[in-house]
């Protein structure tokens, strides 16, 4: 089944501005970062964003609820930092309040072990979708990725941390932390969190997001595709 295709960023702005119409005070927005080069002889975490995925993370902030304190994050791959600091840019010319960006290493592909077998696999499978259906079943070896239920949560611990605040620092504004990463995580997170299989949603497009929340006591994960979960965490042994 495939959905509408929204422009780059509309279905995340949505999700924000559902939440904030709903009551949350402060939102933790995972994301994918915006329109990049495909070059293919530059290392795929080399390749920058286009002029086009430029415009379209400034376009992303300058949507953004102007209420919000906007705090980002990113992954240690510059077209994330990128699209972190051009979404900022653009809620500040807006009026909008933001904080510092700086990279987070988690926000990475650390769940990727060897990524040279990994890109062989991905080729031999037909690529990235049935590489990660391999991944999600348990057909990969554990020397190229580790196991998909240990790096989805240990991203969404990452992002639950971002709610323990000192309350004498907390912001009087709504706070937005901004984490930008990769499709791949994006595809993880959803699948082994939210239940939202490829099968159902094949694609994890430029700047789509999914958003964690706090509700009831509770920490709470969501997607544009349907309604939040609560946050599952919980790791034997860890």
Known sequence: MRET??????????LVEHLVNDGADHIVLL?????????????????PLTDEGRDLARQLGQGLPRTLNVRGYSS?????????????QGHASQGGDIARNRVIEALGVFYVLDQMKMFMVMKEAG???????????DEIASDILMPPDLAAKLIGRLAAQKFNIDPSKRSAQP??????????????????????KTEAHPDVHFLD?????QKGGQTWIQSH?????????DLPGF
């Not at 690529?127 to 259906?133: E, Q, R, Y």
């Not at 997001?209 to 929340?213: G, H, I, S, T």
């Open 225 to 233: 595709h349907g309604d939040a979960v609560l946050l599952n965490t």
């Open 31 to 47: 994301m994918r970062h915006s329109a990049r080069e495909f070059a293919p002889d530059v290392h795929d975490l080399l390749n």
């Open 127 to 137: 690529g990235m979708v049935a590489l990660l259906n391999r991944w999600f079943n």
């Open 5 to 14: 295709l929204l422009k780059p960023g509309e279905s995340a702005l949505g």
């Open 175 to 196: 706070q937005l932390d901004l984490m930008v990463s990769h499709d791949f995580t994006l595809y993880t997170i959803k699948d082994r969190l939210l239940g939202q």
């Open 209 to 213: 997001a999914v958003a964690f929340f």
């Open 76 to 88: 240690p791959a510059e077209r994330c930092v990128e699209t972190a600091d051009l979404i900022m």
